[in-house]
């Protein structure tokens, strides 16, 4: 079964800053999709970027850009000159490219809460 | 309005009670999820989908169950609630086949919040 490791309960950034959060995934597939969706004190799920996997160029949204290794099963998101509304839980998430039976189900990590410092 | 409409936002109520969390979209997708999250534990999958009769467990589905009453409506039901089922409810919604646009992209509702006391 198909894990997803997100090894940053917390992190900080100053305001105007970068910050990396780091994801690790686990799967036996070539084909998937992975994601980071931003859970703010709102609570709604955000999609914040998506990579699909057989694609080797780095997916950009604005700010936020991720490091997509696939060899290491890596994806780490960026977000470039923090902003106070950053500051959210993230997600990463995985979903095999499939569709049949429980293939399509996406699978989460635990989050990293990230706090942006005025 | 919102396309995923869960119903209600928040609820408190008692070990024992049946209690049924709603979920209605104007996506319309052919799939629809029922997620929980606990702090600490991610999303986790309860129940999910794929059309009005095709209906599977996810990872944590025991003391839940489902209906799908209708493409648009996916319910989710606790039978009989205890303490360690407060938590907060994702309804998601997303497209089949990777023919179609968003098809593997989650719109999510915005939450419904259990409390069991």
């Known amino acids: 079964a198909q894990t997803v490791t997100q090894s940053q309960p917390e992190m900080s950034v100053q305001e105007a800053e970068t910050v990396t959060l780091s994801c690790t995934y686990d799967?036996?597939?070539?084909?998937?999709?992975l994601f980071w969706y931003k859970q703010p004190p709102s609570r709604q799920m955000i999609l914040v970027i998506r990579?699909?996997?057989?694609?080797?160029q780095n997916a950009t949204e604005n700010r936020f850009s991720v490091n997509f290794q696939k060899a290491a099963k890596s994806f780490s998101l960026k977000i470039s000159d923090s902003q106070l509304g950053d500051a959210a839980m993230y997600f990463c998430a995985y979903r095999s490219a499939g569709y049949g039976g429980s293939q399509g189900n996406l699978i989460f990590g635990k989050g990293t809460k990230l706090s942006v410092k005025p | 309005d919102a396309d995923v409409t869960q119903t209600p936002r928040n609820r408190i109520t008692k070990t024992g009670k049946r209690i049924m969390l709603e979920c209605s979209q104007t996506k319309g997708h052919d799939r629809m999820y029922w997620y929980r999250q606990d702090p600490g534990l991610g999303l986790r999958l309860i129940y999910y989908s794929f059309d009005v009769k095709d209906i599977n467990k996810g990872e944590i589905s025991d003391g839940y169950s489902v209906s799908r009453q209708a493409q648009a409506k996916f319910s989710l039901s606790l039978e009989s609630a205890i303490p360690n089922q407060t938590a907060l409810y994702f309804c998601a919604t997303s497209a089949g086949g990777r023919a179609r646009p968003g098809a593997n992209v989650l719109t999510f509702g915005a939450g419904s919040r259990l409390t069991v006391l």
């Open positions: 990579q699909e996997a057989y694609k080797q």
């Open positions: 799967t036996s597939e070539s084909d998937y999709y």
